[in-house]
T-cell receptor, first 115, second 109 residues
Framework: EPEVTQTPSHQVTQMGQEVILRCVPI?????FYWYRQILGQKVEFLVS????????KSEIFDDQFSVERPDGSNFTLKIRSTKLEDSAMYFC?????????????FGEGSRLTVL | RKEVEQDPGPFNVPEGATVAFNCTYS??????FFWYRQDCRKEPKLLMS???SGNEDGRFTAQLNRASQYISLLIRDSKLSDSATYLC??????????FGSGTKLNVKP
């Protein structure tokens, strides 16, 4: 069964460092998303991406964050100058279609720990 | 008002019990509705999509009431393995997904 894959599964970084989280969405999917979940809290939307550009972003997704799809398969989330409060699980998700139907398929997540 | 609201948890039930979760959504233009299950420190996984006619998958039954903007999930004969957080997810136009805060279920022996 096709799946969304994410790397790394866990990254520990020092405050102020840059991290890149990688995702390979399911190959025929068209819409890609990054979500964040701080431990014990709800899933929060960061950004959606369609047709090689950001389609929507949340208030959380400020200038510290950026996304790219550099090679048609990988979908990356870059976090610059990490802060302690960036510690969270980051989930990549994709969906095949617009309109009705089309559930989200999640990767297993990347756990980011900022020290 | 939140886009998606769920029953606050946790629900603590004995094995074999029937438990129901509710969810309301604010956008009447919402197109698709889902229940996801999330285990601790894991990704959300689709439990079932929710249709207007209602749908059942084994011990799980989901209902959608578009007029009341209300979604439900019923779990019959609860198992220990059903212990998890259940997320109500609503898809609006423009492919935006809204998540409820989740309802935690603890099934006890």
């Amino acid at each position: 069964e096709p799946e969304v894959t994410q790397t790394p599964s866990h990254q520990v970084t020092q405050m102020g460092q840059e991290v890149i989280l990688r995702c390979v969405p399911i190959s025929n999917h068209l819409y890609f998303y990054w979500y964040r979940q701080i431990l014990g809290q709800k899933v929060e939307f960061l950004v959606s991406f369609y047709n090689n550009e950001i389609s929507e972003k949340s208030e959380i997704f400020d200038d510290q964050f950026s996304v790219e799809r550099p090679d048609g398969s990988n979908f990356t989330l870059k976090i610059r100058s990490t802060k302690l409060e960036d510690s969270a699980m980051y989930f990549c998700a994709s969906t095949p279609s617009g309109g009705a139907g089309g559930e989200l398929f999640f990767g297993e997540g990347s756990r980011l720990t900022v020290l | 008002r939140k886009e998606v609201e769920q029953d606050p948890g946790p629900f603590n039930v004995p094995e074999g019990a029937t438990v129901a979760f509710n969810c309301t959504y604010s956008n009447s233009a919402s197109q698709s509705f889902f229940w996801y299950r999330q285990d601790c420190r894991k990704e959300p996984k689709l439990l079932m999509s929710v249709y207007s006619s209602g749908n059942e998958d084994g011990r799980f039954t989901a209902q959608l009431n578009r007029a009341s903007q209300y979604i439900s999930l019923l779990i019959r004969d609860s198992k220990l393995s059903d212990s998890a957080t259940y997320l109500c997810v609503v898809k609006s136009p423009f492919n935006k997904f809204y998540f409820g805060s989740g309802t935690k279920l603890n099934v006890k022996p």
